[in-house]
């Protein structure tokens, strides 16, 4: 099922074009970072104080366009990092987005490897350079034992994302109504929830099961300040459901911003499992709060996470503050200073698990 992405773009590729005409986006980013970290017990003896992170993502495009109203286009998204993915949830050294996208006056229809309408619709706190506050990748400089991931093993005892995620990149189908005074509205279906990137439980089978997921975003200009809105809605079958909600709001370089996630099982659902400690993890909530000021080409900002567990003791909080200086339209530079604190009551974590991270980033765009 994962190989499908793949044969749409071969097939796209083989296609004798008709008349028309094609145009082709493309982007090659190379992100460096170095951290020193200062860990608390017990977690300090796992890991070294200097930490060396590089990444290499590449973003491509390719459309075909009948007339000004009707386009077709392949999509494509890949990432390869050198960090150690031990202790974290991110997907691995690697990761792919492949999908293909048609764009009528009817709306937009995508089918492949993508994230679903609720994620893609979300807001919240503000982002500043690659250490977001939201599916941060701190985890790559502090160690955080609720979240983990160790090949194909993956246990998230609290939510890692104010956005709905569970899914990750899995296959699926979506598809985006055209907007109308600033709202559009979406649906995904999943086959097959596969991927591991986000699951909130270590053991349940989401995928082995479907889901279907519904996002809403609004976005207006309000007296001079710009406001965006977002909902979401998914149904992960015998699995759980969620929601989610944001808003950011910018006037004259300055951006709040705030995103709310909460997941619940239900009668229906697979009966909730305490005494094995995976099942219960499926309920809990998770919220972000953060403020920026941009003035040229310098971008600073303070931002929280956190994120419980409902049945357990399992509490994460993260805050950050980021500071980006774009050079020019090829070099950026960053620099964050993070703070973690990891609670919970089962053997992972015995005692709470606290660390700082102060990281340097090098961000260099090539095309």
């Known amino acids: 099922m994962k190989k499908t992405p793949f044969l749409l773009l071969c097939c796209a590729l083989s296609t004798p074009a008709a008349a028309g005409t094609w145009e082709t986006d493309y982007s090659l980013f190379l992100n460096n970072y170095y951290g020193y970290t200062d860990y608390a017990s017990p977690y300090n003896r796992l890991h070294k104080q200097n930490n060396l992170n590089s990444s290499v993502n590449f973003y491509g495009q390719t459309s075909y366009f009948f007339n000004q109203d009707y386009s077709a286009s392949l999509v494509g998204y890949f990432m390869a990092d050198s960090a150690k993915k031990i202790e974290n949830y991110n997907q691995g050294i690697w990761g792919e987005e492949v999908f293909a996208l048609a764009d009528s006056p009817y709306g937009q229809i995508s089918v492949g490897q993508n994230y679903n309408v609720a994620y893609a619709f979300a807001v919240g706190a503000p982002n500043i350079g690659a250490y977001h506050i939201n599916n941060t990748e701190l985890t790559n400089f502090i160690t955080n034992p609720n979240w983990y991931k160790k090949g194909h093993k993956a246990s998230y005892k609290t939510l890692n994302s104010t956005y709905i995620n569970t899914d990750g990149a899995s296959l699926k189908a979506s598809y985006i109504t055209p907007t109308y005074k600033g709202i559009k509205l979406g649906a995904t279906y999943v086959p097959e929830t596969y991927s591991e990137s986000g699951l909130v439980a270590k053991d349940s089978p989401y995928k082995d099961k479907s889901a279907y997921i519904l996002g809403a975003y609004g976005g207006w200009d309000i007296l001079g300040y710009e406001l965006e809105t977002s909902l979401g809605f998914a149904d992960f079958d015998k699995n759980d459901k969620e929601y989610s909600a944001g808003f950011s709001l910018y006037r004259k370089g300055w951006t709040l911003g705030a995103s709310y996630r909460k997941t619940k099982t239900s009668k229906s659902d697979y009966a909730l499992n305490k005494e094995n400690l995976f099942d219960a993890y499926r309920e809990g909530r998770a919220y972000n709060i953060g403020l920026s000021y941009a003035i040229g080409p310098y971008t600073a900002g303070i931002a929280y996470f956190d994120s419980k567990a409902e049945n357990f003791a ?34 992972d974590l015995k005692n709470t698990s606290k660390g700082y991270a102060f990281i340097v980033g090098l961000e260099l765009s090539l095309w």
């Open 314 to 347: 399992n509490h994460d909080k993260i805050i950050s503050f980021s500071n980006t200086f774009q050079y020019n339209k090829y070099v950026a530079f960053s620099l964050t200073a993070a703070h973690l604190k990891s609670e919970g009551e089962n053997n």
